[in-house]
């Protein structure tokens, strides 16, 4: 039987990708959606402005939105997926997670609080266990569960096949969709024939994030990588795909024909929105590109290319689909790491 689910910030750019992702999903089934006080009460048909490529599921479109407050959330509900703003986020998903609902959530708050898990499964699915911890601490029924930041999701998991050979340091410049920023986030005066070098917050995220998931976790306590992470993020006019130019320096020797060979080899997990392969390489210079390749693994798998050896460590590209991979698809992958590891 389908687990019965809720979209927390349904109406919203990223909660729309998750109506998209779960109403075909055949383990869970949406049963609830939550907006802000302007949308309670209308029907998700009338206060969504759909702006996703499909239609919008005549089912869903029929539901009621209630406001997000864990008293207007029916009890049978066994996990929340949460797009909310994260100021709004901060201040009520530990509301649900106290009233018992597991949540899933994309949002920024609590990304770097010691007790809850980030997670991209492939990478770290052991890092879930830290919700025993977070139980424990803050004695909730519940659980919160988060997914990193659009462009950290985008080159860590490469970084993950190359750790092995021991990272010293990372830089990374983003180049990155205006999607990104949600529908009204950069008007198009200021993005048409233009880039923007600056993305608030955003490469703090990086920097931190990537520390978080290349940590280890002891079953007691969450150790970050001491990796040093350099960042640097500008916005392009594309509509969907963060693109991203990064070096690294190992302690051992590692030729960008080995690199790409151990991104390629680096597996994927069995979970239902688990891409078959999770990095694609290249051989063509001149790829990947965000028009041409965020689709690849239906927009969850990351594509590599352009490796080789400079001065400053090996050099290579990744790109991921941000609303899919790095946002709503994130979401939803983590939501199945807990249910097959029992939490729902
Ligand atoms: N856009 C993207 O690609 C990405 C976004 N994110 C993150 O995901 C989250 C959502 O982003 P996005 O979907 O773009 O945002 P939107 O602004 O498009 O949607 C926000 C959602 O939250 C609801 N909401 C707003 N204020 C409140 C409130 N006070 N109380 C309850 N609900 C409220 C809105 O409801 P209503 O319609 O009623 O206003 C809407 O459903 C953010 O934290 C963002 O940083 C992360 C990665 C990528
Ligand atoms: N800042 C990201 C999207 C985003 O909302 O990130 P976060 O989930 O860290 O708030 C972008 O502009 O592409």
Excluded at 53 to 70: F, H, K, M, Q
Excluded at 82 to 101: K, N, Q, T, W
Excluded at 237 to 247: A, S
Aim: with cysteine; proline share 6%; aromatic share 4%.
């Amino acid at each position: 039987m389908a687990v019965r689910v809720g979209v927390l910030g349904a109406t919203g750019a990223v909660g729309q990708r998750l109506i998209q992702l779960l109403d075909p999903h055949p383990s869970f089934e949406i049963a609830a959606l939550t907006a802000s006080e302007d949308s309670a009460g209308k029907t998700y048909r009338q206060a969504a402005k759909w702006r996703v490529d499909s239609p919008i599921p005549d089912d869903v479109a029929e539901l009621t939105v209630s406001a997000t407050d864990p008293d207007e959330v029916p009890e049978d509900i066994d996990l929340l997926f949460s797009s909310l703003p994260s100021s709004v986020g901060a201040a009520v998903e530990p509301d649900f997670c106290e009233a018992g609902y597991v949540v899933s959530s994309n949002s920024s708050n609590a990304r770097m609080a010691d007790d809850v898990p980030l997670v991209v499964p492939e990478v770290n699915a052991d890092h879930l266990d830290l919700l025993e911890v977070q139980r424990d601490e803050r004695g909730w029924d519940g659980a919160l569960v988060k997914n990193p930041n659009c462009s950290t999701i985008t080159f860590v998991p490469t970084l993950a096949a190359l750790a092995e050979y021991g990272l010293e340091s990372v830089h990374v410049a983003t180049l990155q969709a205006v999607s990104g920023a949600g529908y009204d986030g950069v008007s198009s005066m200021e993005i048409i024939d233009n880039a923007i070098p600056h993305i608030g917050s955003e490469e703090d995220k990086l920097e931190t994030e990537s520390r978080k998931l290349l940590g280890d976790f002891d079953g007691a306590e969450l150790t970050h990588n001491d990796v040093e992470v350099s960042a640097s993020c500008n916005r392009i006019p594309t509509i969907d795909g963060h693109l991203e130019n990064v070096w690294v320096e190992t302690e051992e020797d590692l030729s960008p024909t080995k690199a790409a060979e151990e991104m390629e080899a680096y597996p994927s997990l069995d979970l239902r929105s688990s891409p078959d392969q999770l990095v694609h390489v290249f051989d063509a210079p001149d790829r990947p590109q965000p028009r041409m390749d965020r689709t690849i693994g239906d927009g969850m798998a990351i594509a590599a290319g352009g490796l080789q050896e400079t001065p400053f460590g090996l050099q290579y590209n990744c790109l991921a689909h941000n609303t899919i991979r790095g946002a709503a698809g994130a979401s939803v992958l983590n939501g199945e790491l807990l249910l097959e590891n029992g939490y729902l």
